[in-house]
């Protein structure tokens, strides 16, 4: 057994400054297209507003690179746009609202901007305007996240958000219930698991999932001399042991943990599928990463092959 100094100074590594999304009172963005995947992300934008006093904001924008424009136009233009004010765009505005009625009956109070540009930047430049503790937006049936309207939007989005972007699947009734979370002892990663339990139901059922390379070998990296000082099972029983005590005293949520030598991605897809996961949440990128870390890259295999709903949380700044 380590020393208590050793192991505070692991967990200290893993969990310092760890401390959820912090959704009530937050702006949480809704960038929609009308689709059925940003109806049920509408869906669960509603409940983070009843039950975590989230303030939804809808975001629809007009892709202007489908249009005969100079590319280093489209920007300005989308600038032009902003520029005409809130009252031009009453028509769209109410459309949208009617589109997302069904799904949320709320969204009649919802603040809708109306965009024009590239969707990616439109997204990320609001959600920063709006200091927004979330973005939520739509993940096509067949893997590829739904781009509003651009095939790369959301790998975009997420690889440029300061603010966590939870990508949802069409047919998702509300917040996640089994969830899936990488975990490669970062603070990120950690950060990320602590970020589901904020978008996850009351009785959750949450799986820790460590992939570890086939063979050892030093990796000097800050995180994995967790894994040297605690080992990997006794370093997931900490992460675990941080989030039981991040839940409310009556709370019913469970957390179990996996590690298993695998690729991170596989071991992530082949997990949330024998889980039946309606989520899989990691950290969304991380500059310096090692490659075996369960980052970066993976986030990028994920967001093209998950048939989930997916959580990016990005390292805190």
Same mark, same amino acid.
């Given at each position: 057994?380590?020393?208590?100094?050793?192991?505070?100074?692991?967990?200290?590594?893993?969990?310092?400054?760890?401390?959820?999304?912090?959704?009530?009172?937050?702006?949480?963005?809704?960038?929609?297209?009308?689709?059925?995947?940003?109806?049920?992300?509408?869906?669960?934008?509603?409940?983070?507003?009843?039950?975590?006093?989230?303030?939804?904001?809808?975001?629809?924008?007009?892709?202007?690179?489908?249009?005969?424009?100079?590319?280093?136009?489209?920007?300005?233009?989308?600038?032009?746009?902003?520029?005409?004010? $809130?009252?031009?765009?009453?028509?769209?505005?109410? =459309? &949208?609202? *009617?589109? #997302?009625?069904?799904?949320? +009956? %709320? @969204? /009649?109070?919802?603040?809708?901007?109306?965009?024009?540009?590239?969707?990616?930047?439109?997204?990320?430049?609001?959600?920063?305007?709006?200091?927004?503790?979330?973005?939520?937006?739509?993940?096509?049936?067949?893997?590829?996240?739904?781009?509003?309207?651009?095939?790369?939007?959301?790998?975009?989005?997420?690889?440029?958000?300061?603010?966590?972007?939870?990508?949802?699947?069409?047919?998702?009734?509300?917040?996640?219930?089994?969830?899936?979370?990488?975990?490669?002892?970062?603070?990120?990663?950690?950060?990320?698991?602590?970020?589901?339990?904020?978008?996850?139901?009351?009785?959750?059922?949450?799986?820790?999932?460590?992939?570890?390379?086939?063979?050892?070998?030093?990796?000097?990296?800050?995180?994995?001399?967790?894994?040297? $000082?605690?080992?990997?099972?006794?370093?997931?029983? =900490? &992460?675990? *042991?941080? #989030?039981?005590?991040?839940? +409310? %005293? @009556? /709370?019913?949520?469970?957390?179990?943990?996996?590690?298993?030598?695998?690729?991170?991605?596989?071991?992530?897809?082949?997990?949330?599928?024998?889980?039946?996961?309606?989520?899989?949440?990691?950290?969304?990128?991380?500059?310096?990463?090692?490659?075996?870390?369960?980052?970066?890259?993976?986030?990028?295999?994920?967001?093209?092959?998950?048939?989930?709903?997916?959580?990016?949380?990005?390292?805190?700044?």
């Amino acid at each position: 057994m380590q020393p208590k100094h050793v192991t505070e100074k692991a967990v200290g590594r893993m969990t310092a400054g760890v401390t959820g999304l912090n959704l009530r009172g937050r702006a949480v963005l809704l960038a929609s297209d009308g689709s059925p995947a940003a109806q049920a992300a509408a869906r669960i934008t509603s409940e983070l507003e009843r039950v975590r006093g989230a303030l939804p904001e809808i975001l629809q924008v007009f892709d202007l690179r489908s249009y005969p424009v100079v590319p280093f136009l489209v920007e300005a233009l989308g600038a032009a746009d902003q520029l005409l004010g $809130e009252t031009a765009h009453d028509d769209q505005r109410l =459309e &949208v609202i *009617a589109q #997302l009625a069904g799904a949320a +009956p %709320t @969204a /009649s109070h919802w603040p809708v901007h109306i965009g024009a540009g590239t969707p990616a930047v439109q997204i990320v430049t609001l959600a920063e305007k709006l200091n927004a503790a979330l973005t939520l937006v739509g993940l096509r049936q067949h893997g590829r996240l739904d781009r509003i309207t651009g095939d790369e939007t959301t790998l975009h989005v997420q690889r440029r958000s300061s603010c966590a972007v939870l990508a949802v699947r069409a047919g998702s009734t509300g917040p996640a219930r089994r969830i899936v979370a990488g975990i490669d002892f970062s603070r990120a990663s950690v950060a990320a698991a602590r970020a589901a339990l904020d978008v996850a139901t009351s009785d959750a059922e949450v799986t820790l999932v460590h992939a570890h390379a086939p063979t050892g070998g030093h990796v000097a990296d800050d995180e994995y001399a967790v894994v040297e $000082e605690l080992g990997i099972a006794r370093a997931l029983e =900490e &992460v675990r *042991a941080f #989030l039981m005590n991040e839940l +409310p %005293t @009556a /709370s019913t949520v469970t957390i179990d943990t996996l590690a298993e030598s695998a690729r991170p991605s596989e071991l992530l897809l082949s997990t949330a599928a024998r889980l039946d996961a309606d989520l899989i949440a990691i950290a969304s990128h991380r500059h310096g990463a090692v490659a075996r870390l369960m980052l970066g890259s993976v986030a990028d295999e994920l967001t093209h092959a998950c048939l989930t709903s997916l959580l990016l949380v990005p390292p805190a700044s």
